[in-house]
């Protein structure tokens, strides 16, 4: 069964992504799809830090074109969560339909359009109005925080499907895309790259030797240029990640040394 995620909700810096209203007062239809410069995404692993998962997304859709901000939380009601703004609705439209479903950190993203602008494309777009726009977005926030009918419909229509073992299957046709390896989360085993060729066993294991926990140095026989290194635990892992990173192991060159893929 899926992980339950909290409902959406208003990022500080985001104004509230509930779906707009018609003049009537009545929700707009569901299938009305509104295209905007932010979208709102969910079911994203919640085991990885915020700092890292802002930095991967931020990585991930740069490619599109420009990303004005990237928004995610760690409360309860944020977690599985983020808003990324671009420049323009064309690069967050082409955005959505190439990355929707991509298996980021081993969970595919559901994306959708966020209902309004964020403060960052109010700010780069229609700046004169960048304080009426805040002020109406805290006092909407503060009108549905507990009683948005729409936002308990949302979260009790998400847990029936998660009941029925209904989940989001990723798109049937995606682009090859890879998360790059700076942004891989831990592990206890590192990965590394631009190694002179070289380089033996016991370089390594006298480099890594001298952080705690250091379990066993592996070469790779056939392409000597890169190597993985276990730790007995992530912790003592990023601890010499951290420290050797881009290490001059031979005076000239740099080590690249990320976390291996799981």
């Known amino acids: 069964m899926a992980t339950s995620q ?4 208003d990022p500080p810096s985001m104004q509230d992504v509930t779906p707009t209203l018609e003049e009537n007062g009545t929700p707009q239809p569901e299938g009305d799809e509104i295209v905007s410069e932010t979208l709102y995404i969910q079911n994203l692993n919640e085991k ?3 700092d890292v ?13 420009e ?3 990237v928004v995610a939380h760690s409360n309860l009601r944020m977690r599985g ?3 990324v703004s671009f420049a323009s609705p064309e690069i967050a439209q082409k955005a959505m339909k190439e990355v929707r479903g991509f298996p980021l950190y081993s969970k595919p993203m559901q994306i959708t359009f966020a209902r309004t602008r964020s403060d960052a494309v109010v ?3 229609d700046a004169a109005n960048l304080e009426q726009h805040t002020s109406k977005r805290a006092e909407q926030k503060r009108r549905t925080r507990y009683s948005n009918p729409l936002k308990q419909k949302f979260k009790a229509k998400r847990m029936a499907a998660e009941i029925d073992g209904a989940a989001a299957a990723p798109a049937a046709r995606r682009p090859n895309v890879q998360m790059p390896d700076e942004y891989l989360p831990p592990n206890k085993i590192l990965f590394l790259q631009n ?9 390594l294991m006298a480099l890594f030797s001298q952080y705690p926990n250091l379990h066993e140095v592996r070469l790779i026989p056939t392409k000597k240029d890169i190597a993985f290194v276990e730790y007995m635990d992530e912790g003592s892992a990023g601890v010499a990640k951290d420290a050797l990173h881009n290490y001059k192991l031979d005076g000239e060159n740099k080590i690249k ?3 291996a893929r799981k």
Do not use: C, H, N
């Open 48 to 50: 990885v830090k915020i």
């Open 195 to 203: 190694l002179p060729e070289s380089v033996t066993k016991d370089q």
């Open 81 to 83: 969560q983020a808003f």
């Open 257 to 259: 040394i990320t976390f």
């Open 67 to 69: 990303v004005l901000d």
């Open 123 to 125: 700010k780069r777009l």
């Open 6 to 9: 909290a409902a959406p909700v």
């Open 53 to 65: 998962l802002k930095a991967s997304l931020r990585g991930l859709f740069k490619s599109y074109g």
